[in-house]
């Protein structure tokens, strides 16, 4: 069969300057159909006229199967396209997947959905099981984490179990229609070495996707993919793992392949917890060596309330701790903070921004909680009567405010992160020994650019509004 699998065009941060990530779990999915001609599109490089491209496209290919991929923000722009490739090809069969599936499935299949088939779950396992049953080699019962119209009312099969990752081979990179994947003006892939996360934070949906797991692919394959993207002129790679830290022993045993294997002429860019980083006394000194050179560093907060609200202990110790080594290594510190929660008022809010101002945060990414499907945040926010917009998910991207707290109207919150953020952007302190001033001064002022955007758009309310046309 012919299998088109669509990545949607939002992303959810507004550094479209910065960088342009692609969709790896759907190159991942083609490595797994090779009987099949399947073709891989990341939308996110169609910035306009989305609809006209799509079905030129459509026309061309003319596929049996439309896989959709979207997370909870981008629905929106997933019916929209459901919509134009039902019109254009009214018999193709268009299944959906990805976390927005897998968390809300019983929501989405309650009434008439534009889709054939929706799949929960690890996708590299449900899919191929799928087009068995479609070319009738299994009955769609048998299918893992399908849902499916049976005698006129959808029905859920039974999760399948989780994958053993080991045996998953190097992702179809080159199904991929588009290119042009950059981080600044840098060739950009992605690369996963382990899969999960065994935290209980209240904030996170990993755990509704794959419970609290944390499987591990072995360094030797994750080099072997790191070759593969070196000799296609990749310039950096992001490490797209949930928790890659919750094994630093491990982490610091990759970054020394990475060296072993020469593979640092690359730059790495990663996401990591605090405690994860500091755990290992040699895992900063190996990253540097192996050319990692940002980490985002989930710190969360830095108030005892608003950790323990998160579960995540109290980590301020070495949230100083980490951002100090960090740099004292040359690393980029990108510190990710949440705010708008139950007891915040003003002071509590301006202290996380001058938190990132004191710990010296190269790039402080300060979100409003967002009360996503599947996480126990959204119970306990919308039990407390405290989401002022518990439907419009295109919003649920993190920097829109989507709850009150007991002391703030949203509006009062979105100002305060307004004016809050105008005061750390414009501060001689983010320019002083900043990572993006010291390496690039071109970068430095695409970062200053998306930052006067998240200004803007907080006084217009649209600081969100879609790059990409349909």
């Given at each position: 069969?012919?299998?088109?699998?669509?990545?949607?065009?939002?992303?959810?941060?507004?550094?479209?300057?910065?960088?342009?990530?692609?969709?790896?779990?759907?190159?991942?999915?083609?490595?797994?159909?090779?009987?099949?001609?399947?073709?891989?599109?990341?939308?996110?490089?169609?910035?306009?006229?989305?609809?006209?491209?799509?079905?030129?496209?459509?026309?061309?290919?003319?596929?049996?199967?439309?896989?959709?991929?979207?997370?909870?923000?981008?629905?929106?722009?997933?019916?929209?396209?459901?919509?134009?490739?039902?019109?254009?090809?009214?018999?193709?069969?268009?299944?959906?997947?990805?976390?927005?599936?897998?968390?809300?499935?019983?929501?989405?299949?309650?009434?008439?959905?534009?889709?054939?088939?929706?799949?929960?779950?690890?996708?590299?396992?449900?899919?191929?099981?799928?087009?068995?049953?479609?070319?009738?080699?299994?009955?769609?019962?048998?299918?893992?984490?399908?849902?499916?119209?049976?005698?006129?009312?959808?029905?859920?099969?039974?999760?399948?179990?989780?994958?053993?990752?080991?045996?998953?081979?190097?992702?179809?990179?080159?199904?991929?229609?588009?290119?042009?994947?950059?981080?600044?003006?840098?060739?950009?892939?992605?690369?996963?070495?382990?899969?999960?996360?065994?935290?209980?934070?209240?904030?996170?949906?990993?755990?509704?996707?794959?419970?609290?797991?944390?499987?591990?692919?072995?360094?030797?394959?994750?080099i072997a993919d790191l070759k593969e993207l070196q000799k296609r002129g990749i310039r950096t790679v992001l490490l797209v793992d949930d928790n890659i830290t919750l094994d630093s022993?491990?982490?610091?045993?990759?970054?020394?392949?990475?060296?072993?294997?020469?593979?640092?002429?690359?730059?790495?860019?990663?996401?990591?917890?605090?405690?994860?980083?500091?755990?290992?006394?040699?895992?900063?000194?190996?990253?540097?060596?192996?050319?990692?050179?940002?980490?985002?560093?989930?710190?969360?907060?830095?108030?005892?309330?608003?950790?323990?609200?998160?579960?995540?202990?109290?980590?301020?110790?070495?949230?100083?701790?980490?951002?100090?080594?960090?740099r004292q290594h040359g690393i980029g510190v990108m510190g990710g903070f949440i705010i708008g929660n139950p007891d915040d008022g003003p002071e509590e809010i301006r202290e996380v921004?001058?938190?990132?101002?004191?710990?010296?945060?190269?790039?402080?990414?300060?979100?409003?909680?967002?009360?996503?499907?599947?996480?126990?945040?959204?119970?306990?926010?919308?039990?407390?009567?405290?989401?002022?917009?518990?439907?419009?998910?295109?919003?649920?991207?993190?920097?829109?405010?989507?709850?009150?707290?007991?002391?703030?109207?949203?509006?009062?919150?979105?100002?305060?992160?307004?004016?809050?953020?105008?005061?750390?952007?414009?501060?001689?302190?983010?320019?002083?020994?900043?990572?993006?001033?010291?390496?690039?001064?071109?970068?430095?002022?695409?970062?200053?650019?998306?930052?006067?955007?998240?200004?803007?758009?907080?006084?217009?309310?649209?600081?969100?509004?879609?790059?990409?046309?349909?």
């Amino acid at each position: 069969m012919k299998i088109l699998l669509l990545a949607m065009p939002d992303a959810a941060n507004n550094f479209h300057r910065i960088i342009k990530v692609p969709n790896l779990g759907l190159c991942s999915i083609a490595a797994q159909l090779k009987l099949h001609e399947v073709k891989v599109v990341d939308l996110v490089l169609v910035h306009r006229n989305i609809q006209a491209w799509l079905q030129r496209f459509l026309h061309d290919f003319r596929p049996d199967v439309i896989g959709i991929s979207s997370m909870s923000f981008q629905y929106e722009s997933a019916l929209r396209v459901m919509s134009i490739c039902r019109t254009f090809l009214p018999h193709t069969t268009l299944v959906l997947g990805g976390y927005h599936a897998t968390l809300s499935y019983r929501e989405l299949t309650h009434d008439s959905p534009p889709f054939d088939f929706l799949l929960r779950g690890e996708g590299e396992q449900s899919f191929p099981a799928l087009l068995e049953a479609l070319d009738g080699q299994r009955t769609l019962f048998d299918v893992p984490g399908l849902s499916w119209r049976h005698n006129g009312a959808f029905i859920h099969n039974p999760a399948g179990p989780l994958l053993d990752v080991a045996r998953l081979p190097l992702p179809e990179r080159d199904a991929r229609v588009l290119d042009g994947f950059t981080y600044f003006d840098r060739k950009l892939d992605c690369v996963e070495t382990s899969r999960g996360c065994t935290m209980t934070c209240t904030f996170c949906s990993i755990t509704g996707m794959y419970g609290t797991s944390f499987r591990c692919y072995g360094i030797e394959r994750v080099i072997a993919d790191l070759k593969e993207l070196q000799k296609r002129g990749i310039r950096t790679v992001l490490l797209v793992d949930d928790n890659i830290t919750l094994d630093s022993q491990r982490f610091t045993s990759l970054a020394r392949a990475i060296v072993e294997h020469g593979l640092n002429s690359m730059e790495y860019l990663v996401q990591a917890s605090v405690a994860g980083i500091v755990a290992d006394p040699e895992l900063i000194p190996a990253l540097a060596r192996a050319n990692f050179a940002m980490v985002f560093l989930g710190i969360e907060s830095v108030l005892p309330q608003n950790l323990a609200l998160f579960q995540k202990g109290d980590i301020r110790e070495k949230t100083e701790r980490a951002v100090r080594l960090l740099r004292q290594h040359g690393i980029g510190v990108m510190g990710g903070f949440i705010i708008g929660n139950p007891d915040d008022g003003p002071e509590e809010i301006r202290e996380v921004f001058r938190a990132s101002r004191r710990l010296g945060i190269d790039l402080p990414y300060v979100q409003c909680v967002t009360p996503y499907p599947g996480t126990r945040i959204r119970e306990e926010l919308l039990e407390a009567g405290l989401v002022t917009n518990p439907d419009r998910l295109s919003r649920y991207t993190g920097f829109m405010c989507n709850v009150r707290t007991k002391r703030l109207s949203v509006g009062q919150l979105n100002r305060i992160m307004n004016w809050e953020n105008l005061k750390v952007f414009f501060s001689p302190s983010m320019f002083i020994g900043n990572y993006f001033v010291r390496k690039r001064e071109k970068g430095a002022l695409k970062v200053l650019l998306n930052n006067l955007d998240l200004v803007r758009g907080f006084f217009t309310g649209d600081q969100f509004r879609s790059r990409h046309r349909f």
